[in-house]
């Protein structure tokens, strides 16, 4: 029974440092990070509208309908807090790249086993296309995590 609770914690603490570690990989130069990437400019444009006109639709009435629509809302509570510029844009990106890790971590341990687990979310934290998606503002890692 000792044996286990040694091994959950260090399973949890493996976890929380991979957490951690990829944390701070994807927030990592997001300032020194300027320019939108093209695809980008819309989020900017209607998280605008929103802080401005409290909804994701422009003065002339268009609308992206639900697409991205939880990218938005986050960006601009995300735009709130920082201020709106790119690192607030892109931050909430960030957080879903870092929960993306903890929930395949829980993939893992459910469909095989807690080392499973540990080395998918370790692979995760470092694969260099989950970083940098993890720093743009596109719904892949809210999808991804979802």
């Known amino acids: ?11 949890s603490l493996l976890l ?9 990989y994807r927030i990592y130069g997001l300032n020194n990070n300027y320019s939108f990437w093209t695809d980008e400019n819309h989020v900017a444009i209607f998280v605008r509208a929103i802080l401005e006109r409290g909804k994701p639709i ?12 939880l990218q938005y ?21 960030i957080i879903f790249g870092v929960l993306t890790i903890w929930a395949i971590y829980l993939l893992g341990k459910e469909l095989f086993n807690r080392n499973v687990g540990l080395l998918s979310a370790f692979f995760i934290t470092f694969l260099k296309i989950e970083i940098l998606w993890s720093r743009q503002s ?7 995590f979802l």
């Open 138 to 144: 596109r719904p892949y890692q809210i999808l991804q």
């Open 16 to 24: 929380a440092a991979l957490l951690i570690i990829g944390f701070f």
């Open 73 to 93: 809302w986050l960006s601009s509570i995300s735009s709130k807090i920082f201020g709106l510029n790119e690192f607030a844009i892109r931050f909430p990106s």
């Open 58 to 69: 422009l003065l002339n009435g268009h609308t992206t309908g639900i697409y991205q629509w």
């Open 1 to 11: 029974m000792q044996r286990l609770n040694k091994n959950n914690l260090i399973s």
